[in-house]
């Protein structure tokens, strides 16, 4: 295998038969030895998380694939933390697109003179350009289209996308006695165009509550696997 790209919290390797090879490590992002997975360097390293954020990256994308939806996901490898995903092109230098179902966190922190905090959402989709120098701003529809980083059709094929996963995710959460806020996805489109699923689906890439308790990344992982 040939080392493409060392990440914060995974490496990727390119195969023989054409794919990649995502390696998760158990190093996570955080400060002053806290984990946040709002952060955007690598904080501490908390042996085992790359082993249950790959066991619940597995679980949710085959739900996902079961249901029609196009993602980058092949298999996974729980001997060796690793799992194998079709190639994909980024959106841009990267992109990540939030879909929020209650009212807290950055987007209540804008918006909070028209909404109280934890009001209810309808699967309020927004997306960020990847860039920690500049703190992940916000794009809108027009601003993607206009700087040629997607079409049209690709937006709104991300959204859809977006609502229709975001419900499964909730779902899975409801049937557990919790109940997701806001989750985070990241898209790529193949040799066609075709926007897919990309990346993981693991607890620090939402936010879930328990009888309105904030439950944290880690603790999420293990009362989701009970």
């Not at 289209?145 to 997607?150: D, F």
Request: charged share 30%; hydrophobic share 40%; net charge negative.
């Amino acid at each position: 295998m040939q080392l493409v790209y060392s990440g914060k919290t995974k490496d990727v390797f390119a195969l023989e038969n054409g794919n990649y090879l995502l390696k998760f490590k158990d190093d996570v992002t955080g400060k002053d030895g806290v984990f946040d997975p709002g952060e955007n360097s690598v904080g501490l390293t908390i042996e085992g998380v790359g082993d249950i954020n790959l066991r619940m990256t597995d679980y949710f994308f085959k739900k996902i694939n079961d249901a029609g939806i196009y993602t980058h996901f092949v298999q996974a490898n729980f001997e060796d933390t690793t799992m194998e995903v079709k190639p994909a092109k980024v959106f841009g230098k990267g992109l990540e697109v939030i879909c929020r179902l209650r009212a807290v966190g950055s987007f209540f922190r804008r918006y909070g003179d028209y909404i109280e905090e934890g009001a209810k959402l309808d699967s309020y989709v927004e997306t960020t350009l990847k860039d920690d120098a500049k703190g992940d701003p916000l794009i809108t529809k027009d601003g993607l289209i206009a700087l040629n980083v997607m079409s049209d059709k690709q937006y709104e094929d991300i959204k859809a996308m977006t609502v229709k996963i975001t419900d499964i995710v909730a779902k899975e959460m409801e049937a557990r006695g919790m109940e997701l806020y806001d989750i985070k996805f990241e898209y790529g489109f193949d040799e066609n165009g075709e926007v897919m699923l990309i990346d993981e689906i693991a607890s620090g890439n939402m936010r879930v509550y328990k009888d309105g308790e904030y439950i944290q990344p880690m603790d999420l992982a293990e009362m989701f696997f009970k």
